[in-house]
């Protein structure tokens, strides 16, 4: 059982509240950080107060933060291999950051995603147009999607940046017309609601994202769900990119190979490349 779903099963949907969601979150996505943790350090990490942890861990059905805490880490020492144990990040922080790499793309390869991964791809191919939206770190894995979208011949747009431009291009969305949306870490409340009013334009919408109790995963035809766990204070994005080159696999055949070609050649006649012969 992964650590979202031990915690799903100690309280009822939507039973937490905004707040103590917060601190859950926290314990979700970095559970070796929250498992050797103070209360205090993760209100901080959550953006609470320390009570808010404390009545959270009571919600979830312990006396309090360390009875949780100790809860906690016990399931992570136990989803970690003894091999990824036996180094610490102080002594090999670049190893490690590896090992935990690996471990996060081993937990994306589950049959869920990968249904939401071949669905979303045909989605793509299916599509008038895909506009592609996120914020913050997720934009990293947006670009990928969106240049290699395009050069393999599909309609594939990025909308970054400033809302009211994100805005515009989620109005021109039409049905049958495609949005990918992904959010790492923090949800903003525009990107909620981007996705929410392409979803009400009858666009197909297709989320990458970290939680699947995400709040994006109302308005999703087709969800992936990839871990951002860490060594270090903030996500990684290797799962998440690793996601959309699945995705892009997909979207691999004659036509893609055709229309790869097409760009290489205007690139060609452009003397665009410092390699080219």
């Given at each position: 059982m992964t650590i979202e779903a031990w915690l799903a099963d100690r309280t009822a949907p939507g039973a937490l509240?905004?707040?103590?969601?917060?601190?859950?979150?926290?314990?979700?996505?970095?559970?070796?950080?929250?498992?050797?943790?103070?209360?205090?350090?993760?209100?901080?990490?959550?953006?609470?107060?320390?009570?808010?942890?404390?009545?959270?861990?009571?919600?979830?059905?312990?006396?309090?933060?360390?009875?949780?805490?100790?809860?906690?880490?016990?399931?992570?020492?136990a989803s970690v291999s003894s091999g990824e144990l036996s180094m610490s990040p102080a002594a090999d922080p670049a190893a490690q950051t590896l090992r935990q790499d690996v471990t996060n793309i081993g937990a994306l390869?589950?049959?869920?995603?990968?249904?939401?991964?071949?669905?979303?791809?045909?989605?793509?191919?299916?599509a008038r147009r895909t506009l592609v939206i996120s914020s913050g770190s997720g934009a990293g894995p947006a670009h990928v999607l969106s240049h290699l979208g395009g050069i393999a011949g599909h309609d594939v747009q990025l909308a970054l940046g400033a809302a009211t431009?994100?805005?515009?291009?989620?109005?021109?969305?039409?049905?049958?017309?495609?949005?990918?949306?992904?959010?790492?870490?923090?949800?903003?409340?525009?990107?909620?609601?981007?996705t929410r009013l392409a979803r009400e334009r009858g666009a197909t919408v297709c989320v990458l994202t970290d939680l699947r109790s995400s709040p994006l995963a109302e308005y999703a035809d087709h969800l992936i769900v990839t871990p951002?766990?860490?060594?270090?204070?903030?996500?990684?994005l290797t799962a998440m990119v690793a996601a959309v080159q699945a995705v892009l696999s997909e979207l691999a055949d004659?036509?893609?190979?055709?229309?790869?070609?097409r760009v290489q050649r205007m690139w060609q006649?452009?003397?665009?490349?410092d390699d080219q012969p």
């Open positions: 509240g905004p707040q103590a969601e917060r601190v859950a979150h926290v314990l979700v996505r970095a559970p070796q950080f929250a498992g050797y943790s103070s209360a205090r350090e993760v209100a901080e990490r959550a953006g609470v107060n320390v009570s808010t942890v404390v009545r959270t861990a009571q919600q979830l059905g312990f006396e309090g933060w360390p009875q949780l805490r100790e809860e906690l880490r016990a399931r992570y020492l390869a589950t049959p869920d995603n990968l249904a939401a991964i071949r669905a979303t791809a045909q989605a793509v191919k299916a431009g994100q805005a515009v291009q989620v109005a021109r969305l039409e049905p049958g017309d495609c949005l990918i949306t992904i959010n790492i870490w923090r949800l903003t409340r525009t990107l909620r609601g981007l951002v766990e860490s060594v270090q204070a903030g996500p990684s004659d036509d893609a190979v055709r229309a790869s070609g006649e452009l003397d665009l490349m």
